[in-house]
């Protein structure tokens, strides 16, 4: 029995160890052997109210590499929306011409609205500051296939840990494997108290730091993120922060040989590009194990695994 079969992704929550452990066997088993028609016949739409180029475009792949078929805007500048047609009325009509709705959208809690709404099954490709489950599952993909394992690692969240989407869904996901948290954030910055609350109530251990650069010899993951510039209301508190943590390359000498260096993406400036021929940056591949997972996302869903 397949417990994703028609179930909503909304949160990372929403997901058991063991559902967990299925997308990322699954992916695996894709990356391996692609699973060319598997979605023939299927229709999947892209909903995207936000920018976006690696969730959308490897989605997009996704799809089309399993021989479905793909709908949807990437500018809700071009749709109904822009005459006052509501979230509800777009899922309502969307959900007719489709099989699962993947939708991205600048407020919290709206992919769980549209969940709770929608007939077919809805993928959150990012709500507000809320959560990004499905770049959490390539996440914790990209730290395994690299790692080896995911259990026990020494993890380092660097950069907006407070409007960071990716960082919170990763925390959530990363409790459940005894992980020992380094967060690295100007004070403004800090990780919310509701997620470190929810480490704490596990027994996990997690250190704040103001800077990075003394104790990364003792990091197996570093996650950099871009300090989320839309997410601010006042633009003279974003120049403050914006260039806080850059890594360079000689950052990583002294660093241990598993180490890797990962990056949700976009990047701005919090990784200089040299960094980017060094073996330990993983950044580029992680985008591409997007691909696997989110066939392995929706090959679930629709019942396909
Ligand atoms: N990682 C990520 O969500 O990138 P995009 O905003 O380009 O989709």
Known sequence: MN??????????????????????????RFEKSPPAGLLSGNVIAALFFEPSTRTRLSFESAVKRMGGRIIGFADAGSS???????????????????????????????ARYASEVSPVPIINAGDGANQHPTQTLLDLYSIRKTQGTLDGLNVFLVGDLKYGRTVHSLLIALSNYNTTFNF?????????????????????????????????????IVYMTRVQRERFSDPLEYEKVKNIYVLRNEMLENTKENLRILHPLPRVNEIETDVDDNPKAYYFEQALNGVYVRQAIIAAILDKI
């Open 184 to 220: 690295i954030s100007p004070t403004e910055l800090r990780m919310p108290d509701e997620y470190k609350l929810i480490l704490e109530k596990k027994g996990l251990k997690y250190y704040e730091h103001d800077d990075f650069t003394d104790i990364i010899s003792r990091a197996d």
């Open 80 to 110: 109904s929306v822009t005459k006052g047609e509501s979230l509800k009325d777009t899922i309502l009509t969307v959900s007719n011409y489709c099989d699962l709705i993947v939708m991205r959208h600048s407020l919290e809690g709206s």
């Open 3 to 28: 417990s994703l079969k028609n179930k909503s992704l909304v949160s990372i929550n929403d997901y058991a160890p063991e559902e967990i452990e299925l997308i990322l066997e699954t992916a695996e």
